[in-house]
């Protein structure tokens, strides 16, 4: 009975002040804890964490936990009840001795007069066992405590990883509109290039002066054909005969038939044949392509990258970057966002004045971290100066 009142009690007791809860109330992350020892922690610690977990609550005033609290009195009350049967604490209930003894067979108290009643059991004094057991309880509660700051490192990476995760969103919304604005500026452009090109064919084309000058000779032509048709309808034939010599001269200056030409329609072959793909090929002039676009997420923390993507420089600053498996913490390296397991591949790098470089290639499991110790992993050249000697030294590794 004894046994299972301290099971209950363990599963009553607040994870604060190891009582039994007093106005339990229950958390959003589910644990439970008193009001008092809630409300003291929040004071002390600034903020509304869980003090198990570290997780932070979604409510300022946690509701009660009505199941947990009756639970909680009812076991107060029974334990009343055996305490006043059993008598004082640390007494035996059934010889109303003092419990001087701990047998190690069973683990539990006993009197003199319990001795008989365990036989060829080993025994030892209360301090000693008291004193053992919480020795054997220090490593257990030290396993506990690193656990719990392992977990509370995981917790504030996790938190630092959040914040860069929507910093990096921030910047490379920013990044993408910029980029898509200068396609769409230069698609616009291009778009009123070609509209006026077409404007400009269709002006020298001068289709309507052609139209303007051939009603021009059509109204001269209708003039003539009606002048002679007036001479022929006079029955006079002295006057007929008198006007007939300047009337054959008219009908003889008569211009030469209308000639459209070649060519005289808007070449539209020009203006839309593989549009999308002259837009295209010319766009490709105007963008610049890398073929080793570089891994922030892998970066040193002393290694600061432009905003492509293709260029970084190093200074003696480190920036606040969540520590992920991914980045290097050692040496002062960074990857290319893409990699490969064969072929041949070569690349161009600009190293500028710089005196301290080194290009290569690394292993996927190449080492990145303090704490883990692998070998090699890294095939590459470079230079750097050795300042102590102020020799400049080529490096093959």
């Known amino acids: 009975m004894a046994d299972s009142f301290s099971l209950l009690e363990e599963d009553l007791s607040c994870p604060v002040c190891w009582e039994i809860f007093m106005e339990p109330v229950i958390l959003s992350c589910n644990h ?59 007494v035996c209930s059934l010889h109303s001795q003092k419990l001087q003894l701990f047998c190690l067979e069973d683990e539990c108290l006993v009197c003199v007069e319990c001795v008989l009643e365990h036989a060829d059991h080993s025994f030892c004094s209360v301090g ?24 509370s490192k995981a917790e504030l990476t996790c938190d630092k990883m959040a914040a860069h995760i929507r910093v990096q969103t921030q910047r490379a919304e920013r990044q993408i509109k910029e980029e898509f604005e200068k396609l769409h500026c230069f698609l616009r452009d291009e778009e009123v290039e070609r509209l006026a090109a077409l404007k400009e064919e269709e002006k020298n084309k001068r289709m309507k002066e052609r139209v303007d000058e051939i009603s021009e000779i059509m109204s001269s032509l209708s003039d003539t054909i009606r002048a002679v048709e007036e001479k022929l309808a006079v029955d006079d034939d002295v006057s007929f005969l008198q006007s007939y010599k300047m009337t ?13 030409g070649s060519r005289a329609l808007i070449n539209l072959a020009k203006h839309l044949g593989n549009l999308s793909f002259q837009v295209w090929e010319k766009m490709q002039k105007a963008v610049k392509y890398t073929p080793v676009v570089l891994d922030p997420n892998t970066a040193h923390p ?32 960074i990857l290319g966002s ?22 290569g290639v690394a292993s996927e499991s190449v080492s990145r971290k303090p704490e ?20 400049k030294l080529q490096e093959l590794l």
């Open 128 to 151: 000693k066992a008291a004193g053992q057991r919480r020795e054997g309880l220090r490593p257990q509660l030290e396993a506990l405590q690193e656990k719990m700051a392992a977990f």
């Open 338 to 359: 893409e990699g490969f397991t064969s072929g041949t591949h070569f690349w161009d790098v600009e190293v500028g004045e710089s005196d301290d470089w080194r290009v």
């Open 302 to 333: 002393d290694l600061y990258l432009s905003e492509d993507l293709t260029s970084l420089r190093r200074e003696d600053k480190l920036q606040s970057l969540p520590d992920n498996p991914e980045r290097f913490d050692i040496y002062c390296e």
């Open 372 to 391: 883990i110790d692998k070998e090699g992993g890294v095939w590459a050249v470079g230079a750097w100066w050795l300042h102590l000697f102020g020799l």
């Open 248 to 260: 054959m001269e008219r009908t003889q200056s008569v211009p030469e038939d209308p000639e459209l």
């Open 32 to 90: 439970s804890l008193c009001r008092a020892c809630l409300e003291e922690s929040w004071s002390k610690g600034g903020t509304q964490d869980c003090p198990v977990c570290r997780r932070r609550s979604a409510r300022d005033q946690p509701p009660p936990n009505l199941a947990l609290r009756h639970a909680c009195e009812t076991l107060l009350r029974e334990r009343d009840e055996n305490t006043s049967h059993r008598g004082p604490q640390g």
